[in-house]
């Protein structure tokens, strides 16, 4: 029930038509008995600024952000955590005092991962240079991960990521093309993850950019799409007997994260599963 009292939390972007957000957040809300409710928003690029300052002055309490306003937002907040800072994104804004911008992406990617294998000292490979990537390498390298290798069609677009891991963070990075270098890499590596669109829904046939030949058992895949669950990358990684962890549980963790930023509570993991579970029977 909405009353006088109800706080409200969001999330802003274009399109939000398709967001399954709303059924995880508002299950939290529920399990924990907090009078909140969350809401998507469609907000077009140039409301962007009129969007935030209109939030603080409906008091809302929290927004997630996404596609396209991750970078952008930046701007019209007061203070940005660090690891956003390092990303350059920002995915989840608390509205306390002062307008605070922060990044779970990377964190929720890395949170599955970590519940099949530890990060510290190993040896990641990353397909893909975009802003999801970004995130997800900055991520591993703060949960101290040995290595980090960025696989990207374009290279120069790996290198520049790599070189700014490596002036931010002072890791060993490498930035790799696609094809025989990324074969050699994937000899000694612990943990696989896909940042790229292949193989998302409605191109579940694309080939992907990994087979079962390249992987050992040894190897942890993660793919971050979740349409399909199982995807072409997820399904070579089964057939070469490696450990996979699906899209979902970065989408899940990394709301866990922005709940926890909200409302100081962490819900179980099984709240947001639950919450989600006829929404991914859809897909
Ligand atoms: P996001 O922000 O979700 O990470 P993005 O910034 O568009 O998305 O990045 C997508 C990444 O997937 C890019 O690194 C892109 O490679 P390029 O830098 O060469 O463009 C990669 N990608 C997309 N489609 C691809 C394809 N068909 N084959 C290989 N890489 C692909």
Redesign the pocket.
Known sequence: MITGKTKIMGLIGDPVEHTISPFMHNAGFKYFDLDYAYVPFHVARENLKFAIEGARALDIKGLNVT?PHKIEVMKYLDVIHETAWLIGAVNTIRFADEVEGYNTDGLGAIRGIKELTPLKGRKVII????????AISFQSVLSGAGQVVIA???LE??LKLALNLKDNLNVDVKAVS?GEELEKELEDADILIN????GMYPNVD?KP?VTSDMMHEGLVVND?IYNPLETGLLREARLAGAKTITGIKMLIYQGIESFKIWTGREPPLKVFEEALEDEIKKL
């Open positions: 596609i397909l893909g240079a975009g802003g999801a990537s970004r990207n069609r374009t677009k790996a696609l940042t790229t669109p292949i694309d950019l971050v």
